[in-house]
């Protein structure tokens, strides 16, 4: 569990595009079907991860972007992101 945290916290400190390529790396390697079982439920788990992690960054993001939006007036003003 304790190298899992580490990883986890790596991962969570990564910026979006790394783990974007790493969830490529990912795929293409459980696509690839070459690896022992043990080895892919890893690298399934890992891409899990990078996964959750990537879409908190981008929630945290969608937020941010939510909060900037400025009225007519030059107010700052909150309006949702439309998801469409």
Known sequence: AQESNGTAAAEEAMPLEAILKRLD?????????DLALEESLRVF?????LTRAGQRRLDA?????DQLVTGEGGETVLQ?????
């Open 61 to 65: 993001a969608e937020k941010r972007v």
């Open 80 to 84: 949702p992101m439309s998801r469409g």
């Open 25 to 33: 790396e990912v795929v293409l390697q459980l696509e690839k079907g």
């Open 45 to 49: 788990e890992e891409g899990v991860r």
